[in-house]
């Protein structure tokens, strides 16, 4: 156990809704990172936050928003969702944001499917 | 934009040591190295990592040459358990101090009975 908690676990959707994925970091954890894994495109970083701050993006759709709250949890909103979308969406958090000697920690992940 | 390469498959018998190659020509003096392993579907797991000197914790060993353009992640005994992808990465600068780790397709290390 990573200590990092993700929620849900399976989520089923159609085109077009919009869904949030939570996460809650490791306790101490000022840095939140989102990761999306679909079958063809392996690991792809979205978006980093530190301590309620956007730190970096990635490959993170304009359809897609993030926001890390006073309480450090996190959540990933997915709108006008396509079939596309489906993937497995990671959480993962480290200490502080700039982390190089630090080690970032995954949490079990969030399968989304649309339908 | 992985600034890693490794091989894609790997075989290694069950009680043996699996020794798992990293390039890393263009690191700089002050980037670690990084590895993590994801086993199907679940969430990638840390392994160890180091800047300059050999490591050694519970999961791992890392060698990394001096001159640090290479390393090798090395499972002393290899169980069916340690199937897995093994990703070996070089965090990349995205601003300032500011660092993100980005994963390439790794080494998809088998450990066969």
């Known amino acids: 156990d990573s200590g990092v908690t993700q929620t849900p676990k399976h989520l089923i959707t159609a085109t077009g809704q919009r869904v949030t994925l939570r996460c809650s970091p490791r306790s101490g954890d000022l840095s939140v990172y989102w990761y999306q894994q679909s079958l063809d495109q392996g690991l792809q970083f979205l978006i980093q936050?530190?301590?309620?701050?956007?730190?970096a993006k990635g490959n993170i759709l304009e359809r897609f928003s993030a926001q890390q709250f006073p309480d450090l949890h996190s959540e990933l909103n997915l709108s006008s969702l396509e079939l596309g979308d489906s993937a497995l969406y990671f959480c993962?958090?480290?200490?502080?944001?700039?982390?190089?000697?630090?080690?970032?920690?995954f949490g079990e992940g969030s399968w989304l499917t649309v339908v | 934009d992985a600034k890693t390469t490794q091989p894609p498959s790997m075989d290694c018998a069950e009680g043996r040591a699996a020794n798992l190659p990293c390039n890393h020509s263009t690191i700089s003096g002050n980037e670690y190295v990084y590895w993590y392993r994801q086993i199907h579907s679940q969430g990638p797991q840390y392994i160890i990592h180091?800047?300059?000197n050999n490591e050694t914790n519970e999961m791992a060993s890392l060698i990394i040459t001096e001159d640090r353009k290479s390393s090798t992640l090395i499972l002393p005994h290899a169980t069916l358990r340690d199937t897995a992808v093994y990703y070996c990465i070089v965090p990349l600068n995205s601003g300032g101090s500011n660092y993100k780790l980005t994963f390439g397709k790794g080494t998809l290390l088998t450990v066969n009975p």
């Open positions: 180091g800047l300059k």
């Open positions: 936050y530190y301590n309620g701050e956007e730190r």
């Open positions: 993962a958090s480290s200490v502080t944001a700039p982390w190089e000697g630090n080690t970032i920690y």
